[in-house]
Every structure is written in structure tokens, then in C-alpha cells.
């Protein structure tokens, strides 16, 4: 049997996280078999919202606190807990559609893929900024000339697995490595994603965007060091 879950990594969104389960609550009844948030960390009252908004909604969940160590180390942490045969990453700062889940997972229930990847439209009202999706571009270009796949918004959040997968990722790479490192061990393991559009709002900094220019130097070296390493399983 086909179940979902959606693992929620957490670090100082008191500005959303009350909305953000609001939003969840009203996903189609059925949808979504398990919730984990996990706080990395956060020093604002995200965890008191969080816990006081859990209060007014009727769907299972499992709250995890860790020190902060950023996504894939919370995400990491989440993959031990959940009991779905699929799970979707979720990020609690509203910048994607929660609606969307169901969309991606329509996917799955429809059997057309195991592995579903959002993508965005970097449009007027939607980019953060030029230089942004233009940068968001070129990862997801170079990320098809390194694995020869092609991958529109290799960086999305939205990134729907087999909890299995997600359980046996090496997790070698830190905060926003995880978005690569799932369709990296995915590339050696001969498994493609199939992509559905999803719906994004971007926040400001003064909202706390993070992303900056030296986590993608990151990511590009990370592609790299994985594709001299690495070779396809047989």
C-alpha cells in the first residue's frame, strides 16, 4: 500500500509555521498519512506555535527538536521516524504551495513514477531575484552536463521519494546539499524523476531567505567531487 509523508524541516519561521499547519490541515482528506517536523534548533517561539497551532488540527504528526546543523541534517534526522513508503520534503517558509503535495503525489497513486520532483517558474511576480533564477539556472544546467539528465529546478524543495531512498542517503553533503544529493544517488542508481510545475512565492531576506552565492559554489563542487567518485550501479 501506497502512504505519504511529509517531513518538515523547521529553523525560525515564526512568521509562518502557524499558517503553514492551517494550510496542511486542508490538504484533500486521505493525502497524507504522517506528519515529522523537525526544529534545527530554532531560537524564536516557532516550536510554542507550532505546538499551539498542532492543538487546533486532527492529523498525525511527530514534533523532533536537534541542534542546528541546517536541511539535510534535518532531514536526516526526520527519515529515522517515518513509517510511509514515501515521503516529500517540505520547507515551513510558505514559499511553495502546500496544495501542491497532492498534485505531486497524484503521480505516484497514478503509477507514472516513485520519484517526483517540483520545478518552478521564475516569473515577474514569483522570482526573488534576476540573478536568482538565473543562478538557479545554472546549476540545473550544470548538473545535466556533469550526469547527462535533465533535472529543470534541481534545487526546488519539493522532492517526492521513497522513504527507503531517503533512508539510505550517505547524507555527505550539509544544508542545501540535500537538494542534490538525492537526484545524485538517484543518477547512480538509475532512477528519474518525473517533474510536475509547482506554485512559489519568494520571500525577502528581511523574511529570511538564506540561499546565498556560497552555497552554490558549494553545490557545483559537491556535483563535481560526486561525479569523479562515483560511478552508475550495474
Known sequence: MKTLAVLIPIFNEERTISELVAQLSMLPKGTVDQYVFVDDGSTDSSVMLLNQALTEVNFPHLLLKKENGGKASSVREGAIHLTTSHV?????????????IARLWAVVQDGKSDFVFGYRKFLAHSSFTWRYSRGNQILSNLYGLFF???????MCGYKLIPTS????LPYKYNKFGIEIEIPM????NHQ???EVEVSYKARSRAEGKSISVSDAVRVI???VVFRLSNKRSK
Open 185 to 188: 544517488n538517484m543518477w547512480k
Open 148 to 154: 547527462n539528465e535533465v533535472i529543470t529546478d534541481i
Open 88 to 100: 516529500v520534503i517540505l520547507d515551513s517558509d510558505l514559499e511553495l504551495a502546500t496544495s501542491d
Open 221 to 223: 563542487l559537491s556535483m
Open 165 to 168: 531512498s531517503l533512508q539510505q
Open 192 to 194: 528519474r524523476a518525473y
